[in-house]
């Protein structure tokens, strides 16, 4: 999800502004967006840090986030 994320930020960068800062852009949030990076920013924020790209944890993040919504809908 996330290298599909990127591309695509980069290709719209690109085609509004030039392929040069669109590759720079996408690089850009390749390595400051890495999921290790402690900031608002990062891939998975909102996770418990660190998050990385661990499958099962993202179905286990999932499984949460999806508990809560029902807890809030519930109110």
Same mark, same amino acid.
């Given at each position: 999800?996330? &290298?599909?994320?990127?591309?695509?930020? =980069? +290709?719209?960068?690109?085609?509004?502004? =030039? *392929? %040069? $800062?669109?590759? $720079?852009?996408? $690089?850009?949030? &390749? %390595? =400051?967006?890495?999921?290790?990076?402690?900031? *608002?920013?990062?891939? =998975?924020?909102?996770?418990?840090?660190? !998050?990385?790209?661990?499958?099962? &944890? /993202?179905?286990?993040? +999932? *499984? /949460?986030? !999806?508990? /809560? !919504?029902?807890? /809030?809908?519930?109110?």
């Amino acid at each position: 999800q996330r &290298r599909v994320a990127d591309v695509r930020f =980069g +290709e719209c960068i690109a085609e509004r502004k =030039g *392929g %040069v $800062l669109g590759t $720079l852009m996408r $690089l850009g949030v &390749r %390595v =400051g967006g890495h999921p290790i990076v402690p900031a *608002g920013w990062r891939w =998975g924020y909102g996770r418990s840090y660190p !998050a990385g790209y661990d499958p099962a &944890r /993202e179905a286990e993040n +999932e *499984g /949460e986030e !999806a508990a /809560e !919504a029902d807890d /809030e809908s519930a109110d």
